[in-house]
């Protein structure tokens, strides 16, 4: 009998014509069978959202990458919900590993609630799929639109490794989701380092100062900018790491956001105020 090769499940956040997503399907071709199935637009920032979908379609495309053929779908809808109609319609299997990526730009800090690479990895995890989710720190120009001059080879690299360590060892319990953060300036010496994802944000939300409201709509364009405060980062944290030692940061991701607080003490500090 022929041993079945492993599924894997690639997804991402930009869309499923981005050069990333391609880039990620490249580095583990070798690893098992290859399955696309990506939204058809750009879903950046989109989290683990899954908005209603009034009339949903579905493209099919052919692609040849490095090691075999494979079908590539873009479907209407967040991450969250190309992963769920993967799982559900489209895999002729249960999956053994998702990839929600390359993404373009990093996701390090307490933005992990608002990446739609990683809502997707989430999602999957949900399926009880292990996941990566894969970002590529790049100029924030290319976060929202798909730029051709991004090296993708390093990240590639580390998405095969851990691709591979986990078909081949089983994710511990808590651990749904492996968080992967490259440096633009990484190289195949790179080191990878496990970090705890940081209490802080990374990317921070700003008025600036000559944003006037649309006269016809009412809005006002705001805008986002890395903005650290140094001296409360805590120093095992995936923005730390990425930014002062320039290594390949793994978070560790759970399902589980319940804090890490003392019950007693917090029911007693709780009854007491009531």
Known sequence: MTAVRPLILLTNDDGIRSPGLIAAA??????GEILIVAPATQQTGMGRSTPPIVRGAVTRDRLTIRCQD???YGVTGSP?????YAMLVLAPRR?????SGINYGENPGTCVTASGTVGAALQAAE?????????????KRYHYHHG????????GQITRTMAHAV??????????VLKIDVPADATPATPWRLTRQSRQPYFRLFRPEDAQAD??????QLDYDIVIDWEQLEPDSDIAVFLRERAITVTPLSHDLTSRVDFRLLEQRLRQAT
């Open 26 to 31: 490249e580095a583990v071709c070798e690893l």
């Open 70 to 72: 494979t079908i590539a």
């Open 80 to 84: 969250a919900q190309a992963v769920i």
């Open 127 to 139: 399926f009880g799929v292990p996941a990566l989710a894969v970002s590529l720190e790049t100029d």
């Open 167 to 176: 078909l081949q060892a089983q994710l511990p319990f808590d651990v749904d």
């Open 95 to 99: 999956p053994d590993l998702v990839i």
């Open 148 to 155: 051709n001059d991004v090296d993708w080879r390093v990240a």
């Open 215 to 220: 006269p016809q709509t009412g809005w006002v």
